[in-house]
C-alpha cells in the first residue's frame, strides 16, 4: 500500500510558486497549478477576469470560446483576460480565507501588469477575490475603486459572468447594459451631470405656492411616497415627493417631525393641496410601481388622474429585465448611485 502511494504522490503535479505555499487547493488533484499568466499579458485599459482557469484539450484559458465571443461582441477593441484564482476549475466553496489571501498577491500582480483603467469581475468569485464583497446580483453594474499595494488604481465593475449569461439568456440585456455603462463612464470619460436638489416644504405658504404651480401644469411631472409600512389599511404616508422638469419638492405628511401632522392646524389643507395637483387631468403622474402609491392615497380621497408606471413601462421595454426602482437606477443613473 505504502508503495502505491508513493507512486501516487510522485506522479501528482506540484506547485512551484513560493507564494502558494499553505494553500489547500494543492491537495487537490488538478492538471496544473498557479498559471502565472500575467508574464504574458500586456498593458490595456480594460481587463476582463474570471473566476478561475477552464482546462481544456491540454491547455487552460480565462473564458471558453462562446464566453470570450459574449464579451468581444460589445468590445471590438483589443482586452486583456485573466482570472482571479490562477488554479484551473477551482469553486467558491475551495477558496478559504487563507487560499484568498495567498491568491490575491497574484491577482495584483495581475493588475500592476495591465494597468487597467476599468476591470470587470465577472461572477461572484472574482469580485470577492477583488473587493472582498459577496452577492453579484445586488453589486452587480456598481463601481468599486480598487488600488494595488503597488499603488495602482482602477475602477471595478462587477458584472454577470458570461457563462450565466448564456445559460440564463434573460441576463442579457443587464450583462451588456453594465458594461456598456461603465466602458462609456470610465475609459470615454463620459459623463452625465445631472443635479438631483429638492426642497423640503415645511411652511404652509409654501404648500400653497407649490399647489397654484402645479394644479394646471401641463408638463409631466414624477411622484413618489415613502410609508410607515406596506399596509395601506393601516400604514401612514410619511413624505410625498413631485418632481418636474428641474425642480424637486418633498411635503412632510404623517411624519414626526411634520408640520402638517394630522392633528395640525393645516394638515387638512395641504391634503386639498395635494389632491388638486394629483387630479390635473393636464398632465401626466409618473410613479413607480403606481398601484402601490395610489391605494395609499385612494385613503385620503385622491383619485390621481394620467397615470404611467415606470415599472410596467419598463416590462414593454424589456419583460426579462428586473423592474426595481434600484435596477432601473443602476442601469439609467449609475453616476448618481456612485455617490450615495
Known sequence: MSDLQDIYADSKPHCPNILCEGCTILEQNKPAYAEMDYELLEEGDVLFLSDSYRYKYGHTEPFYKQERGLIEKHYPSKLQYSVAVKCPSVKEGDMTPNNMKLCRAHLEATIDKVKPRLVYTCGNLAMKML??????????????????????????????????????????????????????????????????????????????????????????????????????????????????????????????????????????????????????????????????????????????????????????????????LMDLVKLYFADELENL
Open 131 to 324: 473587493i472582498k464583497k459577496s452577492g453579484i446580483m445586488d453589486k452587480r453594474g456598481k463601481s468599486y475603486e480598487f488600488t494595488t499595494e503597488s499603488g495602482h488604481s482602477c475602477m471595478v465593475v462587477p458584472v454577470y459572468h458570461p457563462y450565466t449569461v448564456i445559460r440564463e439568456p434573460r441576463h442579457t440585456y443587464l450583462f451588456e447594459t453594465d458594461i456598456k455603462n461603465a466602458y462609456e463612464k470610465y475609459v470615454l470619460g463620459k459623463r452625465t451631470e445631472r443635479n438631483f436638489s429638492y426642497k423640503v416644504l415645511t411652511e404652509i405658504k409654501d404648500v400653497k405656492v407649490l399647489g397654484e404651480m402645479l394644479r394646471d401644469y401641463e408638463e409631466t411631472i414624477a411622484v413618489d411616497i415613502e410609508t410607515t409600512g406596506l399596509n395601506f389599511r393601516k400604514d401612514k404616508i410619511q413624505t410625498i415627493a413631485i418632481a418636474c422638469k428641474d425642480q424637486t419638492w418633498v411635503v412632510p405628511l404623517d411624519h414626526k417631525d411634520s408640520p402638517f401632522k394630522k392633528g395640525e392646524p393645516h394638515y387638512a389643507t395641504v391634503w386639498v393641496t395635494l389632491r388638486h395637483i394629483l387630479e390635473n387631468p393636464k398632465n401626466k403622474k409618473v410613479f413607480h410601481n403606481a398601484k402601490f402609491d395610489v391605494k395609499f392615497l385612494l385613503n385620503h380621497g385622491i383619485e390621481p388622474t394620467n397615470v404611467w408606471d415606470t415599472k410596467i413601462m419598463h416590462h414593454f421595454l424589456n419583460e426579462t429585465a428586473p423592474k426595481s
